[in-house]
């Protein structure tokens, strides 16, 4: 029992990460209809500018609680503002040119874009990975038993804990500013008829790229939290990421927010559970597998809406 309570708090922290992710991929396609195959790369991104902005304000190391708070703080403007003019960027360089073009020419282009911030990263930072001392240490003991390998003690760690908080948080935010803002009615009016939304007023261009930034600063948040919690980065951990990111995006159902966030859940639960019980070498497959599986009976997802052609 205390294993499982274990692996399943390690599953909900994983999977909030993911969702954190996964909600860039489902705001980007629910009003263009275009996959953002870059945004893991941009979540790559914000970690390493998280990582360079924590070294540079020295954090680690710090023993005072409000300087390791306020610095942190300071780390996460940082590495949304900077991941926001990436996310701008790269709508506004190379989506928004191809935008009236074949649908293919925009997904060629979101690949072509995910090798070069590769790249970038790759040659500016190096290709080893990047090591982090533990800003935030400690937890709280849950419980304690015994097993046939020794004593096993279920622990939440402080860590594990603003994740869990900080994704709630941002899933009702987001939620609210999507159901209830004049950005969001924006938004929507965007994703049910784009023409329609600008004759009738709703500066299209400026409503897309503001999802795009919306979704950086989301990834940025993600990944400063990766930073901290796994405190070990590399230029690949966009690509893995933003595989299984897109893929709680569609097993939740791509364009639906509650979606993304439930497939993330998902997606960290079942590679940790097949990870603590099975082998960890076919923890993707698995995921991978219940993917194949719920789109063979549900197409649009767990909570997705089928999408109706307009004529």
Known sequence: MEYFVQQLINGITLGSIYGLIAIGYTMVYGII??????????????????????LAIGVTGASSIAFILLALLIVLVIAMTFTAAWGWTVERLAYRPLRGSFRLAPLITAIGMSIVLQNFVQISQGARVKPLQPVISGGVTLMRGQTENGPIVVQLSYMQMIIIITTIVLMV??????????????????????????????????????????????AAVAGLLFVLFYGV?????????????????????????????????????????????????????????VLVIVLIFLPSGL?????VEKV
């Open 33 to 54: 209809g275009m996959i953002n195959f870059a945004h893991g790369d941009i979540f790559m991104i914000s970690a390493f500018i998280a990582l360079i902005t924590i």
């Open 173 to 218: 935010a987001f939620s609210l500013l999507i159901a209830r803002t004049p950005l969001g009615r924006a938004q929507r009016a965007c994703e049910q008829d784009a023409k329609m939304a600008s004759l009738l007023g709703v500066n299209v261009d400026r409503t897309i790229s503001l999802t795009f930034v919306m979704g950086a600063a989301l």
């Open 233 to 289: 980065i590399d230029f690949y951990i966009g690509f893995v990421a933003g595989i299984k990111a897109f893929t709680a995006a569609v097993l939740g159902g791509i364009g639906s927010l509650p979606g993304a966030m439930l497939g993330g859940l998902l997606i960290g639960l079942i590679e940790t559970f097949w990870s603590g019980y099975f082998t960890v070498e076919y923890k993707d497959v698995a995921a991978f597998s």
């Open 303 to 307: 909570l997705g809406r089928p999408e």
